[in-house]
């Protein structure tokens, strides 16, 4: 069973006497600088001098610093800027900061599991990753609730690094709710999957292959988006808040029939086995050397393909129904 662990479990004197150093602004990094600074932890932000970021952090009331400075003050330092940057960021502005006894945070397992990053053996390394974007994160902490948070150990320098992870999850408000205990390597690898497999990947593709289907058969356009896109979100909603029973029981009996015994058709064993072998290709290696192998190379081949997808009829047609429904200007 996984460990859970709530607010008698964690103890923000364990980092109330260290300065936690915030490296990015971004989603991630301004949620968990305002949350932590608002728990009491002295917080100060690293990011690059004079762009926006730095702009957004000054107006929030910090004084940002650049990235080695932060770095080299911080006895915590939370590394929250995207996976692609890690590696770079942290030979050139971390690594010489990091004295014996600090403590290097991340919010996502992927630069420790897959070797972007090799801390040295004297400082404590420990994730904390809210399961949330940043905003959410923000904002259930400012209604004085929280969002679950998992938490790892991947080295126990000082013998506190656990306690040092619970801290810092308190601070974000996170143990109101819950933290769960995992490894780098899981947390990792099952993110991976899930944003490949089902929860960007498997549900774009299923939601433009519909399209594609009843466009292709004659059906107009704008009604193929209202049924598979525009309605996804009724049922998402209902098996967020209520599970896959739940919106069974909340639609119609033709659409619990119709869904239950239809939906295995579409996703049959093949689908099972493609993503056993996504999952097998995450494991190995082979899809983090090939997006963060080459860097620069799997930027221009992300904006290539994110041109395809913005020109994509079934984007045209959601522009007008998004419009109509009051959801866009």
Known sequence: MVKIYYDSDADLNNIKDKTVAIIGYGSQGRAHALNLRDSGINVIVGVRENGRSWEVAKADGFNPKSIEEASRVGDLIALLIPD??????????IKNGLKEGKTLLFAHGYSIRFGLIKPPSYVDVVMVAPKSPGPKLREAYLQNFGVPSLIAVH?????????????????L????VGV???????ETEEDLFGE???????LMYLIKTGFDVLVENNYPPELAYFEVLHEMKLIVDLIYSSGLTGMLKAVSDTAKYGGITRGSI????????????????????????????????SK????????????????KVGKKIRKLAGLEK
């Open 155 to 171: 080295q126990d320098y000082s013998g506190k690094a656990k306690d040092t992870a619970l801290a810092y999850a308190k601070g």
């Open 300 to 315: 221009q081949k992300l904006e290539k393909m994110m041109k395809e997808i913005e020109n994509l009829e079934i984007e």
């Open 180 to 186: 769960l205990e995992t490894t780098f390597a899981d």
């Open 173 to 176: 408000g996170s143990t109101k």
């Open 196 to 202: 490949q497999a089902v929860l960007v990947g498997g």
């Open 266 to 297: 579409i996703i049959d064993e093949g689908v099972k086995k493609r993503m056993e072998k996504l999952l097998a290709e995450i494991k190995n290696g082979s899809f983090a050397q090939e997006w963060t192998g080459n860097p620069e190379q």
């Open 84 to 93: 692609t940057e890690h590696g770079v960021v942290y030979d050139k502005y």
